[in-house]
């Protein structure tokens, strides 16, 4: 008995449909592996910012606990200097 020559014809369109959506298709291998790398990007990124909060963090505690960073800043930043102190600028 010999297939009908139309069966072979819509199996061969349904592998070709289906591989299609395979390999370039909403969900392809592509994609997924797009979206993959784009959660990793996003989670190095993540790791960054939490280390950075966690840096301010302990600069905040540290500013409310002590003056010793508050004067310190006070000093380097805006070039303050105590009563009393005299200030010496080297220059070359």
Known sequence: MRSPY???????LLLAGLQYRLWVGDGSLAQVADLKQQ??????ENQRLLERNRILEAEVMELKKGMETVEERARHELGMVKEGETLFQLTE
């Open 39 to 44: 959660i990793a990007d996003q989670q190095g």
């Open 6 to 12: 139309w069966l072979w014809l819509m199996l061969v």
